[in-house]
């Protein structure tokens, strides 16, 4: 294979045995450093683990790794659990950082860690994952990162560095393979030029150009039709086409609203319907209602993906895409992380989306993810990238912000979890508060990890002694030891608090199989904005009360002590389907107790056996452990059983 400059840089420096950081954009060939290091290390009859941020991406890799590296790959993502032994192991980062920090010596013959993605260090909910990975990663263990552009991947090796102590190398590369060209559909017109565009699409009643300003709202906007875009492209050919929209109901409504186009001959139909079937067949899920519903678009050349379709379903539609038959995905931006799916022309449906707590205009680097899908590299000289343009809600000066801009910089998002403390607690003990020191949290006001007051730092240490405070109130830690209560809750991250309560007064011991599997979902819930409270019947009523009784006092007390990112309450939102499902009622049946996406309640159901699982794995009764096999054994079966799926 001919590798690019960048990518030389990298194999270079990996064969000397330095931990390497790649920055790249999007579509460039990283994945190609990584698939060098496996076969490097295969060859040397060494092991690799390759984490993601994504159970998709995770799949996607295992599938291709496997063809490649036949009987050579596994996968841990904490649902499923395939050749666990593998020379080369697919993970999800959770399940990396949870073998560090609770059995290390489960690596000792693994001497490279490869993380896709590395920026997700930057993300408020999971970042921490990543950057305790990081800081505990074993010393003969090696780091490929992969990440798109970084402006200060230089601080984050400096990082690195400072506490691992040997050589890590950063190969930037900023020039695309497949240059981008953007256009912008504005008041219903199309432009080429930003300039122009502003000039004719901001401009107002006096002839007044809003440069820093949206248009006002009393000027009445020509709308921006889809449909006359989607023609634009056609006639240019510039499909296949990835259109990119923040909701998942609005990329089955626009599939909708362009069922007005044919794009497909009458070969190309019969064989994407005869591959469609196939696949379905394949995955046992032709005879579902999705499937029906989505046929007639796969047959016109069109198809939405979201994460609330049935994952086999969405599988389905990604092998399709990449048989260029599909003219034009509607999506939302999950089909942009990292899954090799390229395309001639990238749509932006909106410009803006919900971060955290409010909506805003997109970021640099979300929007360069997405934007990056466009031009396919040796096929397509250019890439095309569509900005539907609305006046009203974002200013030229903001839109020349985000396309112009410098990606933002990664920033620590450290906030150890109750887990991660008590197993950091029975190695260190009180002088937990040293291992603040070797974050990123701590390194990055200086750049440089020395010391000085700096009140990010101790609104940091205050946060961990808060939670070390609070853990021993609550009887996990006594006179500076785990107590079993504590080694319990060390080995289910991100629901210590709730699930050790109950299994502390002896709770969990009385449930059933049913309320078993009620609890397990309840605990991993977290109701989208909007969804209403559902009518509860006795036994989730009851249980739902227990978890309140134990919660609400913690709550109280977390925010008495001042703990950022207080601990969740259960949410029973899903109760009735996951009774049902226990029952043996079919899926189709379950979801008419419920306003969520059939995606949606696959993943809880799987979410609710990851927990389960993390539960096998701490010191409880033969008993417990029996009920727990078998509640699993329940709910894993048919569209939930996801290692069925990655086999098919």
């Given at each position: 294979m001919r590798y690019d400059p960048f990518q030389e840089k990298a194999i270079e420096a990996i064969d000397r045995g330095c931990s390497v950081i790649v920055c790249a954009p999007t579509g460039s060939g990283k994945t190609a450093i990584a698939e060098y290091t496996i076969e490097r290390c295969l060859e040397r009859g060494e092991k690799v683990i390759y984490t993601s941020p994504i159970k998709a991406l995770s799949n996607q890799k295992f599938r291709d790794f496997s063809k490649n590296y036949p009987d050579q790959v596994g996968i841990l993502t904490g649902d499923l659990t395939i050749n666990p032994d593998a020379p080369t192991l697919i993970m999800t980062t959770e399940i990396f950082r949870n073998k560090i920090l609770e059995m290390k010596s489960s690596l000792k013959n693994y001497t490279w860690i490869i993380f896709d993605e590395i920026h997700y260090l930057d993300d408020p909910e999971r970042g921490s994952v990543w950057e305790e990975s990081l800081i505990f990663l074993p010393d003969h263990m090696r780091i490929l990162g992969l990440s798109?552009?970084?402006?200060?991947?230089?601080?984050?090796?400096?990082?690195?560095?400072?506490?691992?102590?040997?050589?890590?190398?950063?190969?930037?590369?900023?020039?695309?393979?497949?240059?981008?060209?953007?256009?912008?559909?504005?008041?219903?017109?199309?432009?080429?030029?930003?300039?122009?565009?502003?000039?004719?699409?901001?401009?107002?009643?006096?002839?007044?150009?809003?440069?820093?300003?949206?248009?006002?709202?009393?000027?009445?906007?020509?709308?921006?039709?889809?449909?006359?875009?989607?023609?634009?492209?056609?006639?240019?050919?510039?499909?296949?086409?990835?259109?990119?929209?923040?909701?998942?109901?609005?990329?089955?409504?626009?599939?909708?609203?362009?069922?007005?186009?044919?794009?497909?001959?009458?070969?190309?139909?019969?064989?994407?319907?005869?591959?469609?079937?196939?696949?379905?067949?394949?995955?046992?899920?032709?005879?579902?209602?999705?499937?029906?519903?989505?046929?007639?678009?796969?047959?016109?050349?069109?198809?939405?993906?979201?994460?609330?379709?049935?994952?086999?379903?969405?599988?389905?539609?990604?092998?399709?895409?990449?048989?260029?038959?599909?003219?034009?995905?509607?999506?939302?931006?999950?089909?942009?992380?990292?899954?090799?799916?390229?395309?001639?022309?990238?749509?932006?449906?909106?410009?803006?989306?919900?971060?955290?707590?409010?909506?805003?205009?997109?970021?640099?680097?979300?929007?360069?993810?997405?934007?990056?899908?466009?031009?396919?590299?040796?096929?397509?000289?250019?890439?095309?990238?569509?900005?539907?343009?609305?006046?009203?809600?974002?200013?030229?000066?903001?839109?020349?912000?985000?396309?112009?801009?410098?990606?933002?910089?990664?920033t620590s998002r450290f906030n150890a979890s109750y887990a991660t403390i008590l197993n950091l607690y029975q190695k260190f003990s009180e002088k937990i508060y040293d291992v603040y020191s070797l974050s990123f949290h701590h390194f990055q006001p200086t750049g440089s990890g020395t010391e000085g007051r700096n009140p990010q730092r101790e609104r940091a240490i205050q946060n961990l002694r808060a939670k070390v405070n609070l853990l021993k109130k609550l009887g996990h830690i006594r006179k500076n030891q785990v107590t079993p209560k504590g080694i319990f809750a060390a080995t289910v991250y991100g629901y210590e608090l709730i699930l050790s309560e109950l299994f502390a007064r002896g709770i969990l011991e009385q449930l059933s199989v049913t309320q078993l599997g009620i609890l397990s979902i309840a605990v991993v819930y977290e109701p989208r904005r909007g969804m209403h409270r559902p009518v509860l019947d006795r036994q989730a009523k009851q249980l739902q009360n227990i978890t309140n009784d134990i919660l609400f006092p913690i709550l109280k007390m977390e925010k008495k002590m001042g703990v950022s990112a207080v601990t969740k309450l259960c949410g029973f939102h899903l109760s009735q389907a996951m009774e049902g499902w226990i029952k043996g009622k079919d899926f189709n049946h379950i979801l008419q107790y419920t306003q969520a996406d059939e995606g949606e309640v696959i993943r809880y159901l799987r979410m609710a056996i990851q927990v389960l699982r993390e539960t096998l794995d701490a010191p409880i009764s033969g008993v417990l452990k029996d009920k727990i096999h078998q509640t699993i054994h329940k709910i894993n079966r048919d569209v939930v059983d996801a290692e069925k799926q990655l086999r098919a």
């Open positions: 798109a552009t970084i402006p200060n991947v230089h601080e984050l090796a400096g990082w690195l560095r400072s506490i691992h102590r040997h050589d890590i190398q950063v190969i930037e590369e900023t020039k695309r393979p497949v240059p981008l060209h953007f256009f912008y559909q504005c008041q219903g017109k199309i432009y080429d030029d930003l300039k122009e565009m502003s000039r004719f699409g901001y401009q107002g009643g006096h002839g007044h150009i809003y440069g820093h300003q949206r248009l006002p709202k009393s000027v009445v906007l020509k709308p921006n039709r889809p449909d006359s875009l989607i023609r634009f492209l056609q006639q240019k050919n510039f499909l296949p086409c990835i259109y990119f929209t923040f909701s998942r109901r609005h990329t089955e409504y626009l599939a909708d609203e362009m069922r007005c186009f044919n794009f497909l001959n009458g070969d190309e139909k019969k064989e994407i319907t005869a591959l469609y079937d196939h696949l379905c067949r394949q995955f046992d899920i032709l005879q579902e209602p999705s499937t029906f519903d989505l046929r007639p678009f796969i047959e016109r050349g069109l198809a939405y993906h979201h994460a609330g379709m049935l994952p086999t379903l969405k599988e389905v539609v990604e092998r399709l895409f990449t048989t260029r038959l599909i003219k034009v995905i509607f999506t939302t931006e999950t089909f942009a992380l990292g899954v090799n799916m390229p395309a001639r022309s990238v749509i932006f449906n909106e410009l803006r989306k919900f971060y955290e707590y409010a909506f805003a205009i997109l970021k640099t680097r979300d929007f360069y993810q997405m934007a990056g899908r466009a031009g396919r590299r040796s096929v397509d000289e250019e890439g095309y990238v569509f900005c539907r343009v609305n006046p009203h809600e974002i200013s030229i000066e903001q839109l020349k912000t985000m396309i112009f801009s410098t990606p933002e910089k990664v």
